[in-house]
């Protein structure tokens, strides 16, 4: 993977950032095109930047930045053709050389933690369908309002704004979720007070078969199982851009199907069946914010500590190299300091260094 960088920087600063850029080997097709920014005004840089390079490259740039500076806009390449290999990257059966891109995974999570009236809507007929589901006792109704029910979304925000110690996030994530679903329920307790007043209800449920209800609202063991489970595939499937395991973490948590049983128990006078569906529903939110805040602080100290140790690695490849090289050998390599320092910047871009 590897990410496409455009920012706008002033005159006084493009000079720092360009050869900060033109430094980095895991930055290729560099342009600077002076005076070409507007709004800002400045020069525009542009470059590709490898995955491998993106944290230290970001966390960099950041500190380079003044409040004259545009933001920095991050586009993923798909696919880049005739790209060499980087030499540093082994290939194994099992690969994972490349830490989560820690600015785009954020921005990610708060683009969807944003709550718009479709937000509200989705979550009520989420909990219409899987009323339906639960009065049916269709499971396939119930896997749709998972999918449908967009809360997933406001729960990671919440649990990013907590990894985060960021309150903002965290009232506004919770405030939607709870309206969110108290309309849910609302409405689900309106449906099936109708369909009880018209005599619609199916026979099976007025029987008192209702696996499907049964199974929403009587949380145990297995539930905080999956809940952690979902809570941790959650996360790292944003933070691996996996798409694919985020849909089955939607199919997973019993939220949506847990606020609908609470609206139809409520209108079928079922009261321990809204009290075990409301136990349901606050579990499962509570373990997947949580467990997902949990999650995220633990892959960062984890990438920390491994960057931490292959950069203790680099600097002792280097000494022992500053060592052995001429010094003369060393006018060859780019970067500022002293002996040891032009060394180390050769080992940690070149497998052998130079010899007299």
Do not use: K
């Given at each position: ?51 491998s390079a993106a944290n230290a490259v970001l966390a960099h740039l950041r500190e380079l930045r003044d409040d004259r500076a545009g933001p920095v806009a991050i586009e ?281």
């Amino acid at each position: 993977m590897a990410f496409h960088l455009r920012i706008v920087a002033p005159g006084d600063l493009t000079e720092r950032v360009v050869a900060f850029l033109a430094a980095e080997p895991g930055v290729t097709n560099l342009v600077v095109v002076p005076g070409a920014g507007r709004r800002p005004a400045g020069d525009a840089v542009q470059c590709d930047l490898r995955s491998s390079a993106a944290n230290a490259v970001l966390a960099h740039l950041r500190e380079l930045r003044d409040d004259r500076a545009g933001p920095v806009a991050i586009e993923v390449v798909d696919a880049v053709v005739g790209e060499r290999p980087d030499p540093r990257v082994r290939r194994t059966l099992v690969q994972r050389d490349v830490a989560p891109v820690w600015d785009v995974v954020e921005s990610e999570i708060r683009a969807g933690a944003v709550y718009p009236p479709s937000f509200f809507m989705l979550l009520a007929i989420a909990g219409l369908i899987g009323a339906v589901g639960i009065l049916v006792n269709s499971s396939i109704l119930i896997v749709g309002a998972m999918v449908v029910g967009p809360e997933y979304s406001a729960i990671i925000g919440v649990a990013l704004g907590i990894e985060r110690g960021d309150a903002d996030p965290v009232i506004r994530g919770l405030s939607a979720l709870a309206a969110g679903f108290l309309a849910a329920i609302i409405l689900t307790l309106a449906f099936g007070a109708l369909i009880r007043w018209s005599g619609q209800t199916p026979a099976a449920f007025l029987r008192g078969v209702r696996p499907v209800a049964d199974l929403i609202s009587s949380p145990d063991l297995f539930s905080v199982v999956v809940a952690i489970l979902a809570a941790i595939v959650g996360v790292v499937s944003l933070t691996e851009a996996r798409a694919s395991a985020l849909i089955g973490v939607f199919i997973s948590v019993t939220t949506i199907p847990a606020a609908a049983s609470i609206g139809l128990s409520i209108a079928y006078t079922d009261g321990s069946r809204a009290l075990g569906s409301t136990f349901q529903l606050l579990l499962n939110v509570v373990v997947l914010i949580v467990v997902g805040a949990v999650v995220m602080r633990l892959q960062r100290v984890i990438w920390r500590a491994l960057r931490g140790a292959a950069l203790r690695l680099i600097a002792d490849g280097c000494e022992f190299r500053a060592v052995a090289c001429d010094p003369d050998s060393h006018r060859s390599c780019p970067g500022p300091g002293g002996r040891h320092a032009r060394a180390c910047v050769c080992a940690a871009r070149a497998p052998v260094m130079p010899r007299s």
